[in-house]
């Protein structure tokens, strides 16, 4: 099968790769459409010291199931939770499945990604994609989900003053989110048309180098990929108040993280969040994502869809199989 696979720091189109075999509890996705995202670039500059296929963010449709009870998957159109658990271990048993002890993470962590023609994934980390929405749709379900993992973490009010740092694609999607649980968020970015996207959905921007740092924000959230938000999000942030990292970087400049100390600030990781909250905001077409896709690129011209998801203007850049 084709696949574009990272290894010896470089990233090679492959048309003979073996094709995956499906244990006897995970399902073949026989793969329709994958988004890029900042984690895949990010990998390719050392982030997770990850070999193998790239992609986690797909759509298509299960074509193999590796034992009877996966046979009710097929040929249903699905996407897939990233996390590979055990079920077994202390983390899985306290409902902290994301954080398995023994977990691999497609396409990041000890398990081949969506980029290819096939992808095997456990049978329950499927969701099945209403009639209704799209392919191009579909494909957000996953950081549709990281973004509302932002209020699951964090309880969002009218009256809080939350800023977003970053106006990519997952910074959009975080405004979005904010919005929908009555929050009026500012975005702060660099990039007129990404922020314009912003504005048309009546959230409020502030280029990055108008901005004032303050230290009065109740909540701000970090979606740069940057190893230099922290240190803005820093400068924002009231005492006490929260940092919400959903940035996932190669390691930066050394930084001086005094002020989290000194002002008693809460720092929060943040990733995965609620499939099935993603599917079925974007079902009822709460959040915008259409606006979101700059282009779209026949598997053959991957490497160029690497490359042009790198560009500072582009938002999602997507691969059709």
């Known amino acids: 099968m084709k696949a574009l696979v990272f290894r010896d720091n470089q ?31 990010e990998i390719t500059r050392g982030y997770m010291s990850f070999e193998g296929v790239l992609g986690h963010e797909c759509v298509g449709v299960v074509s193999r199931a590796g034992g009877a009870a996966g046979k009710k ?3 249903r159109r699905v996407v897939c939770e990233i996390n590979c658990v055990c079920g077994k271990c202390d983390m899985c048993l306290t409902g902290l499945r994301n954080h398995c002890r023994q977990r691999t993470v497609i396409g990041i962590s000890g398990r081949d990604g969506a980029f290819a023609d096939y992808i ?24 549709l989900a990281a973004a509302i993992q932002v209020v699951k973490q964090v309880p969002v009010d009218s009256r809080m003053k939350v800023t977003v740092l970053g106006d990519g694609r997952l910074g959009l999607l975080v405004g979005q989110v904010l919005q929908s649980v009555g929050c009026s968020p500012r975005l702060v970015g660099k990039h007129p048309k ?18 004032k740092p303050a230290n009065t924000d109740d909540l701000v959230v970090d979606c740069t990929g940057s190893p230099k938000g922290l240190e803005t999000a820093m400068q924002l942030v009231r005492p006490r108040g929260i ?32 499939f099935l909250e993603a599917i079925e905001m974007l079902a009822k077409k709460e959040v915008n994502v259409s606006g979101l896709i700059s282009r779209r690129f026949k ?9 042009a998801a790198g560009d500072h203007d582009s938002l999602k850049i997507l691969l059709a199989m």
């Open 299 to 307: 598997f053959d011209r991957s490497l160029d869809a690497i490359r």
């Open 194 to 211: 990404k922020m314009a996207f912003a504005e048309k959905r009546s959230i409020r921007v502030v280029p990055l180098e108008d901005l």
């Open 73 to 75: 998957w097929l040929d």
């Open 120 to 143: 095997v994934v456990p049978q329950r980390n499927c969701h099945r994609v209403p009639e209704t929405m799209s392919d191009e749709e579909a494909v957000f379900v996953e950081p």
């Open 243 to 274: 940092i919400m990292l959903k940035s996932t970087c190669a390691a930066g400049e050394p930084l001086n993280l005094s002020p989290l100390v000194i002002n008693e600030v809460h720092l929060i990781g943040s990733r995965c969040g609620p």
């Open 11 to 41: 990233l090679s189109v492959i048309n003979d790769r073996p094709e995956p075999q499906p244990a006897a509890d995970e399902v073949v996705i026989d793969v329709r459409l994958a988004g890029i995202c900042r984690t895949h670039i």
